[in-house]
């Protein structure tokens, strides 16, 4: 069954892939106290969108989205500077204990996600040095800004009382016709089993007759799934619709999907008690964000930076 969230492309806000038409030379374009950045290192982290062929070297220089995106890079540099300086260092071993997190709650296979990378045009190297820098980056501002964030009782309680109900999750009882885009035929496949549906064929049959998900032989049946768990997609797509009714076929990374929905049960509000720490945590990511952009302003200000482009 495949209808968690989407793989962890968070991170992928540091890892921007290269599509690349031409033989370009290497050269340095950035400092950064004492690291340099050049262009084949821009290239692997800046996602460069080329409607034609480059002629040279300079044309590529000037590419706008590979200047707008060179200060998102030296943030990131100077964010690894920081961790070194501190002392903050994420092991290869806690890297894979993510990426293997990942493709569990994914229910996919090391193959299946390196497919999926290779639509994003990411490289499966690029995007573990991403869950390297997002965990970086995360204990650098747990470290420096976290510390200064002082939440009391009162601000937790008041938190509560506007932001409780985001804190309620809905569980979908659902049924799933899911085609993998393994397949050859998969779009025309799930098309197929959508007609046959309109016609009027039963949710069960074409379940047991299409779907490659493991729930086909109950006839598509998936049992409840909580709201959060759920593709934002394939979620939006259960928004004003009536049990007993079915989606469209929608896509997704991992192929074609139409949903039935059974019946909907919506949960509780969790006491003080219970969401006490999730809203601390939330509280403090949340400033340390807001205070993220300054953070970095001191770093630059505090640091040597030579553009060369």
Do not use: W
Not at 72 to 98: G, P, R, T
Not at 126 to 141: K, T
Not at 156 to 177: A, S, T
Not at 237 to 263: C, D, M, R
Request: charged share 30%.
């Amino acid at each position: 069954m495949r209808i968690l969230p989407k793989v962890l492309f968070v991170v992928a806000s540091f890892v921007f892939a290269t599509t690349c038409y031409c033989e370009v030379v290497d050269r340095i374009i950035a400092i950064v106290n004492d690291d340099i950045i050049t262009l084949r290192e821009a290239e692997n982290f800046v996602q460069v969108e080329k409607k034609n062929e480059f002629t040279s070297v300079d044309e590529y220089l000037t590419n706008l989205k590979l200047r707008e995106r060179l200060d998102f890079f030296i943030d990131a540099l100077l964010i690894k500077q920081q961790a070194k300086k501190l002392k903050i260092d994420v092991s290869d071993k806690e890297v894979e204990s993510i990426v293997e997190n990942i493709k569990k709650q994914n229910l996919i296979t090391e193959i299946e996600l390196k497919e999926q990378l290779k639509r994003e045009n990411i490289t499966y190297e690029n995007f573990v040095e991403g869950i390297r820098l997002s965990v970086l980056r995360s204990r650098v501002l747990g470290r420096v800004i976290s510390p200064e964030v002082n939440i009391t009782n009162a601000d937790l309680k008041l938190y509560y009382d506007r932001h409780k109900e985001e804190y309620v999750q809905e569980e979908y009882h659902l049924g799933q016709i899911f085609v993998s885009n393994q397949r050859n035929d998969a779009s025309s496949r799930a098309q197929n089993a959508y007609r046959l549906l309109l016609q009027g064929a039963s949710f069960e049959d074409m379940a047991k007759q299409y779907s490659d998900d493991p729930s086909a032989n109950q006839g598509g049946d998936i049992g409840l799934v909580k709201g959060g768990e759920v593709l934002p997609a394939l979620r939006e797509s259960l928004k004003g619709l009536a049990p007993g009714k079915y989606t469209n076929v929608i896509q997704t990374p991992y192929g074609f999907h139409i949903l039935k929905l059974i019946e909907i049960q919506k949960g509780d509000v969790p006491s003080f008690e219970t969401l006490k720490d999730k809203m601390h945590e939330r509280i403090v990511s949340e400033e340390s964000e807001k205070r993220y952009k300054d953070y970095i302003n001191k770093l630059r200000q505090a640091s040597y930076i030579e553009v060369k482009i």
